[in-house]
């Protein structure tokens, strides 16, 4: 039996994406310390320590069909982050972009833009997906404009969604793009790919 969506490879300009693996742990333990990103309250990032285990329980639900996880490279094909395919819905052809981390010195660059239009073109075009989602802490600004700037519309809050490793509840803000949007969402996006400096 076939998973949906198989595992892939996503290459762009300033990006590659390619299937998670143990041998990454390495090089994600040195890309995370940037800016100590496991620190942040609002947001769950491993640390250098956990992050071969993170990896490990990120193939666990790919075995399982609910999660597709890469590994970020950047442009000299140095890992950078991960992000994944998850909240997967095979029978209704939706995916959530979540569960992302990326080092402090390639957030807010083509690097992060290009990943996430790499990830939902493969959705819409290959996938045939018909909505793809974003969830993000209501308390994560950078990330809530970051999904915005995308060109994805806020559908509501789940409020006291989790609770967070602190004991903390979150509310949880869900974003989502849907097929008919993808062709403006694709333009504004490689738009923004072609500015000068990208």
Known sequence: MTTWPAPAVLQGRHVRLEPLHPDHAPALAEA????????????????????????????????????????????????????????????????????????????????????????????FEVLDCIAVEFRTHRFNQQSRRAIERLGAQLDGILRHHQRTADGSLRDTCVYSITAPEWPTVHQHLRARLDMPGH
């Open 32 to 123: 995370v310390r940037e800016g100590e990103l496991w620190k942040t309250w609002y947001t769950v990032v491993p640390s250098p320590d956990s992050m071969a285990a993170e990896i490990e329980r990120r193939l666990g639900l790919q075995a399982a069909g609910s999660m597709l996880p890469f590994a970020v490279l950047d442009a000299d094909g140095a890992p950078v982050g991960m992000t994944t395919y998850m909240h997967i819905d095979a029978r209704f052809r939706r995916v959530e972009i979540g569960s992302t981390w990326l080092a402090r010195r390639v957030q807010r660059t083509a690097l992060n833009t290009e990943a996430k239009w790499l990830l939902l073109r493969h959705a």
